[in-house]
């Protein structure tokens, strides 16, 4: 029996949305091959396919020292940029780290990433993209789904919600990228709204901007609950609790907070970011600054029709990105590219 084995650190940092994408991928790949493949979770030795969704040196040694007739499959989740808008990093790790990590992906004979924004930055650092494919993460119907509405409302109630409330959710690392700053900003213009944010440093001291949002996490204004780093089972009901998902960060790629909202059927509000177009298309709300945010947010407590609109819209996303619509992208890349990656049943060839 062919072997298929998944490598990855991502459960050692909570909070991470990496890891929700990893815990959907190996759930697909057994649900699709698990009879016919042997699917392992690193493992001590490489399999016939290699999937490394983690950048740790460990998984890097192993592909280089016993690679050479495996097929390696490099999930692309950061590039350098990415990560100097998250952490604070000393200037000589931080040149060796990103030395490291381009020399990682290129050696992975070939690439999946979350976004086709990436290629083309991934080209700029010399790593050759003609094996590079785009598949989105998903997630799963049975983890996010919307509740009715006597139990959203009984959820809503152990929030401290009462009717007619309008309730804002952010959910992420308190970093700055993700705008956690103009996120209390926000709560603080809008004292009839109520303010939630799911999500902690999971970096620690070493977070990009750790002082400052430390501060506000201490002192929030009298509308924003700052929940902490909250485990996956119980994000299902934050989501149904919530009016909106509002997340203003600087820099993403394809949060997975936005498929999970989706999943659930609630109005999304981002960023006008670029790197969303190709992706999201009109699946959300958007806005630039504060002013445009806060805009929107009162459209969407205020005025029923807009509301709808912009859940419909999320749910037509939810659609657009489900399990059977990646699934098919896996097999399009097994079959076009002459590799296995969880649904294909062509022969093994590494790339020329």
Same mark, same amino acid.
């Given at each position: 029996?062919? %072997?298929?084995?998944?490598? +990855?650190? +991502? *459960? &050692? &940092?909570? @909070?991470? @949305?990496?890891?929700? !994408?990893?815990?959907?991928?190996?759930?697909? !790949?057994? *649900?699709?091959?698990g009879k016919d493949y042997s699917i392992r979770i690193n493992p001590c030795m490489l399999g016939d396919i290699n999937h490394f969704h983690t950048v740790n040196l460990r998984f890097y040694l192993k592909n280089l020292l016993f690679g050479r007739k495996k097929v390696s499959v490099g999930y692309v989740h950061f590039?350098?940029? %990415?990560?100097?808008? &998250?952490?604070?990093?000393?200037?000589l790790y931080?040149?060796?780290?990103?030395?490291?990590l381009i020399k990682f992906y290129k050696s992975m004979d070939y690439h999946v990433v979350v976004n086709p924004y990436f290629i083309d930055l991934m080209a700029d650092y010399g790593i050759n %993209? !003609?094996?590079?494919? #785009?598949?989105?993460?998903?997630? &799963? +119907?049975? $983890?996010? #789904?919307?509740?009715?509405?006597?139990?959203?409302?009984?959820?809503?109630? *152990?929030? @401290?919600?009462? *009717? @007619? $409330?309008?309730?804002?959710l952010g959910v992420g690392q308190t970093q700055t990228r993700k705008g956690v700053v103009d996120f209390v900003e926000l709560a603080r213009r809008n004292p009839d709204m109520k303010f939630f944010w799911a999500g902690g440093f999971s970096f620690g001291k070493i977070t990009d901007g750790y002082e400052e949002i430390k501060a506000l996490m201490d002192a929030p204004p009298a509308n924003m609950t700052f929940m902490g780093i909250v485990g996956r089972d119980k994000m299902n009901e934050i989501y149904n609790m919530a009016d909106v998902m509002f997340l203003p960060s600087y820099a993403e790629l394809f949060p997975m907070t936005i498929l999970e909202s989706m999943a659930v059927g609630r109005a999304v509000l981002l960023r006008d970011l670029p790197i969303y177009n190709n992706i999201l298309f009109d699946y959300y709300q958007k806005a630039s600054d504060n002013n445009g945010f806060e805009k929107i947010l009162r459209r969407l407590k205020n005025e029923p029709s807009f509301r709808k609109l912009s859940e419909d819209a999320a749910r037509r996303g939810n659609l657009f990105y489900n399990k059977a619509s990646v699934g098919t992208m896996w097999k399009d890349f097994g079959n076009n590219r002459r590799v296995y990656c969880y649904i294909s049943e062509d022969l093994l060839e590494a790339p020329p």
């Open positions: 029996m062919r %072997t298929l084995h998944v490598f +990855s650190k +991502s *459960e &050692s &940092s909570e @909070g991470q @949305g990496v890891h929700s !994408a990893f815990l959907e991928q190996v759930k697909l !790949a057994e *649900e699709v091959v590039l350098p940029e %990415t990560v100097d808008e &998250s952490l604070k990093l000393p200037k931080r040149k060796v780290f990103y030395w490291y %993209t !003609a094996n590079t494919v #785009y598949i989105p993460n998903f997630v &799963s +119907s049975e $983890d996010f #789904y919307p509740y009715d509405e006597e139990k959203r409302r009984a959820v809503r109630a *152990e929030y @401290g919600l009462k *009717e @007619g $409330d309008f309730a804002v």
